[in-house]
T-cell receptor, first 116, second 115 residues
Framework: AQSVTQLGSHVSVSEGALVLLRCNYS??????LFWYVQYPNQGLQLLLK??????LVKGINGFEAEFKKSETSFHLTKPSAHMSDAAEYFC??????????????FGQGTELSVKP | SAVISQKPSRDICQRGTSLTIQCQVD?????MFWYRQQPGQSLTLIAT?????????ESGFVIDKFPISRPNLTFSTLTVSNMSPEDSSIYLC????????????FGPGTRLTVL
């Protein structure tokens, strides 16, 4: 079974400050990990993903995340927050087996606020 | 990637009625998914809809309540039947264009309010 826990339902940072959104996962198989962003009244947009290989992955809009197997974590970071980063962020996990069929298990989401 | 559209974008419905949501993709894809996002909550997978086979439903979701059609590789519908206020949610479809990477692209969602 797989699960995702996002620590903190709301995170508030000042513009220009570091953004850190936490995600821990549980998986009985090697995981694929994803971060999605949802802007108000919109669908989900993929920020970045980890499948295999390099554990530090870079995504769009200056975000990156590091897969740490020993900590079962996949935290999302951005060095300098911008007002346009205010949105809901979802971490998701799926199995890396072909037979997993693409099922995504989502965390509860973290709402990021950026203060001027 | 894939571009996905959904119709309607939002609707307000009366209790006991049914609503059919359409999902259209700009390319042929094998795997399509339907999710529900209840107010202030995360996404929950309702079912997987593969062309040529019956949809596979997740625990807690049944075909009588959420019938799904998948007539071809670019289109799917989800019907929310005999609606109650608890069905008020955003319903999203997604596709996985490249099998094996589990990367999904999402439509804009259908915001449903049941009175």
């Amino acid at each position: 079974a797989q699960s995702v826990t996002q620590l903190g339902s709301h995170v508030s940072v000042s513009e220009g400050a570091l953004v850190l959104l936490r995600c821990n996962y549980s998986s009985s198989v090697p995981p694929y990990l994803f971060w999605y962003v949802q802007y108000p009244n919109q669908g989900l947009q993929l920020l970045l993903k980890y499948t295999t290989g390099a554990t530090l992955v870079k995504g769009i809009n200056g975000f990156e995340a590091e897969f740490k197997k020993s900590e079962t974590s996949f935290h999302l970071t951005k060095p300098s927050a911008h007002m346009s980063d205010a949105a809901e962020y979802f971490c998701a996990v799926s199995g890396s087996s072909y037979n997993q069929g693409g099922k995504l298990i989502f965390g509860q989401g973290t709402e990021l606020s950026v203060k001027p | 990637s894939a571009v996905i559209s959904q119709k309607p974008s939002r609707d307000i419905c009366q209790r006991g009625t049914s609503l059919t949501i359409q999902c259209q993709v700009d390319s042929q894809v094998t795997m399509m998914f339907w999710y529900r996002q209840q107010p202030g909550q995360s996404l929950t997978l309702i079912a997987t809809a593969n062309q040529g086979s019956e949809a596979t439903y997740e625990s807690g979701f049944v075909i009588d309540k959420f019938p799904i059609s998948r007539p071809n590789l670019t289109f799917s519908t989800l019907t929310v039947s005999n609606m109650s206020p608890e069905d008020s949610s955003i319903y999203l479809c997604s596709v996985e264009p490249d099998r094996g990477y589990n990367e999904q692209f999402f439509g804009p969602g259908t915001r449903l309010t049941v009175l």
